[in-house]
């Protein structure tokens, strides 16, 4: 079989390229070592920030070490339950980063699938899919997302509401996002569709199926790459906001969102660390996932929207 | 719309009991049901889905279980706030990424171009909300210098009530319709330059400068003309996540609009509020798509809405 005419760059020069380029490789290295602490986080922080019992009220804001009236016990201070700020931000990023790896998993399984049925398929199928995309595209995720929250919560009460809010973040976001994916998709696949290596498996009379698959599906890999890599700043993004406006995560488990909202009841007081500190790491993370994914998209090459 | 009433009357059969969270745990049983019977709550679903359908063809979503008066006229209310806050928000991005985009399209290895973009990654990571806190913290907290919330002093037009008017009402604004701008600029600047470069690449515009025109009529009326319809398209596209944005905007600044109701709306179970809330923004979204339409027309007069004037 043909090979096709462009094939894409070999990852391992991807690989060196990205290490050269000097934004995308600092990224790569903050990124690698807030998801790295946030995962060994069990074993590295002092006391579990979701565990009541664990908590001291007497503790409750304690500011960071290097302002006056710190303790050793809490380098980076303790929120208004007196939690450790530096678990609770190690806890909290696991969080985000979770829901928004998820999320991203929903929406590409979605977006894929209805993306390849649609670019493969063609006709009527595509009209009806890409409508319905184009709908929910410019009602915004966002929009979409906190009113089926707000529903969601005034359904099940508030507390409720907070034992089911991982998996609930996780689907709303996940389907609200469907239509980058299967955009992007879609247009790969028209792009791809007529060239001889997809011609040559119809004429070979290999089942559609087989051919959007195993032929197809490689080719646009790339673009789902570059997709995958935005959306994942853009969910970890659209978590913390929701976490904010109170349609999240719930203060007994703060996310980054969550603990911004707690704070910045308390920004008034001077009490300036338990909102701020949670905002530059939720800064750096989506910086760092947006500036991989700008690499990517450099490298890679794939037709996307210009606005991204 | 249709989509919107729906979800609207489906929620409202479905969501809790309005009762109980009004009365509190401290009333009786008793009370409760005296309550849940004025309301109409023990009626069977099918008539309160009838009187709710009736009702809403006349405007009327019920009353708010808060305020004690019709849901739509307490969203209605509000709608001023939001109004002047979109509005300044739309002016700020209109009129800082139109120069910023073009100059960055015109001189893209420029240093400053290169700031302006190296800014707009950061500014599109930069969740709105803490825009929002580090303006407050910055000019608020710190310097003293700007009012963090509310909406100051406000001079009433008839049923309008406008901080446009008063030096106050301005110093409330600034703060909120800058954040509300600050999320929107960097994808605008990026389009406008993108758009800008590939306009500025092609024959006419290489005939226009041919002709010896002044660089300022290649630029404006044959550059940004042209690119001005994808411009039109991702605003309209925008518009819904603007209105997600207001909603942060203005649970951070305390801005007494829509959003900031709905989303007390939502912590106090008023479930008419919040489909007043819901209908009212499905009214805004279909009007706004109806101009984002027009707009096509009045910029290119190759598209027409179907109907031929001549």
């Known amino acids: ?308 | 719309m249709v989509v919107i009433s729906l979800i609207g009357f489906a929620v409202k059969a479905s969501l809790g009991d309005p009762a109980r969270e009004l009365t509190g745990e401290a009333a009786s049983a008793v009370e409760r049901e005296a309550l849940r019977a004025r309301l109409g709550l023990d009626d069977p679903l099918s008539l309160q889905y009838a009187r709710f359908l009736a009702a809403a063809a006349h405007g009327d979503l019920g009353a708010s279980y808060v305020f004690k008066r019709p849901a739509l006229e307490v969203i209605l209310s509000k709608f001023p706030a939001t109004f002047e806050l979109v509005l300044s928000a739309a002016l700020i991005v209109a009129l800082f990424s139109l120069p910023a985009g073009l100059y960055c399209a015109l001189r893209p290895r420029g240093l400053l171009a290169r700031a302006i973009m190296g800014l707009s990654v950061l500014g599109i990571s930069v969740p709105i909300f803490l825009t929002g806190i580090f303006a407050i913290t910055l000019f608020s907290v710190e310097l003293g210098l700007l009012p963090s919330f509310g909406r100051g002093q406000t001079v009433t037009l008839g049923p309008w009530e406008t901080s446009f008017l008063t030096a106050d009402g301005l110093a409330h604004l600034l703060l909120p319709a800058v954040t509300l701008s600050s999320i929107m600029l960097p994808l605008f600047i990026r389009l406008v330059r993108g758009e800008m470069l590939d306009v500025l690449d092609q024959d006419f515009i290489r005939t226009a400068w041919a002709k010896g025109l002044p660089p300022w009529r290649v630029w404006i009326s044959h550059g940004l003309r042209n690119a001005a319809i994808p411009l039109v398209t991702l605003g309209g596209l925008q518009f819904g996540t603007l209105l997600a944005y207001t909603i942060l905007t203005e649970t951070v600044f305390q801005w007494p609009g829509m959003g900031f109701l709905f989303l007390d709306a939502v912590n106090r179970a008023d479930v008419p509020l919040i489909i007043a809330y819901m209908m009212v923004v499905g009214v805004i979204f279909v009007t706004v798509n109806t101009i984002v339409d027009v707009l096509y027309v009045l910029i290119d007069p190759r598209v027409s809405l179907g109907v031929r004037a001549r």
């Open chain 1, 1 to 308: 079989m043909n090979a096709p005419a462009t094939a894409p760059p070999r990852p391992v020069g991807l690989w060196r390229r990205l290490l050269s380029d000097r934004a995308a490789a600092a990224a790569l290295g903050l990124l690698a070592l807030l998801a790295l602490a946030s995962a060994l986080s069990p074993f590295l922080v002092s006391q579990n920030p979701y565990d009541p019992a664990q908590l001291d009220v007497l503790d409750a804001e304690i500011p960071p070490l290097w302002s006056e009236g710190g303790v050793s016990r809490f380098p980076l201070g303790t929120d208004a339950q007196g939690r450790d700020m530096l678990s609770a931000m190690l806890f909290g990023t696991g969080i985000s980063l979770t829901i928004g790896l998820l999320a991203v998993a929903i929406q590409a399984v979605l977006g894929v699938s209805i993306g390849l049925a649609a670019g493969y398929v063609g006709g009527r199928l595509d009209g009806l899919l890409m409508r319905i995309a184009d709908i929910q595209l410019s009602l915004s995720t966002l929009m979409v997302a906190i009113i089926a929250l707000a529903i969601f919560q005034t359904l099940f009460g508030a507390e409720n509401f907070g034992r089911l809010a991982v998996p609930l973040l996780v689907v709303v976001i996940g389907v609200a996002e469907w239509p980058q994916f299967a955009r992007t998709v879609r247009g790969s696949v028209l792009a791809e569709r007529a060239k001889d290596y997809v011609l040559a498996a119809e004429a070979m009379g290999l089942a559609p199926l087989h051919i959007v698959w195993r032929h197809i599906l490689p080719n646009v890999a790339s673009s789902i790459i570059v997709v995958a890599t935005l959306q994942v700043a853009s969910a970890v993004m659209a978590e913390a906001a929701l976490s904010f406006l109170g349609l999240g995560m719930p203060v007994s488990q703060p996310s980054l969102g969550a603990l911004i909202r707690a704070g910045f009841d308390l920004i008034f007081s001077g009490v300036w660390w338990i909102t701020m500190l949670p905002s530059l790491v939720l800064i750096a993370l989506i910086l760092s996932i947006n500036l991989i994914g700008d690499f990517l998209r450099d490298a890679l090459n794939p037709r996307l929207d210009r606005a991204r």
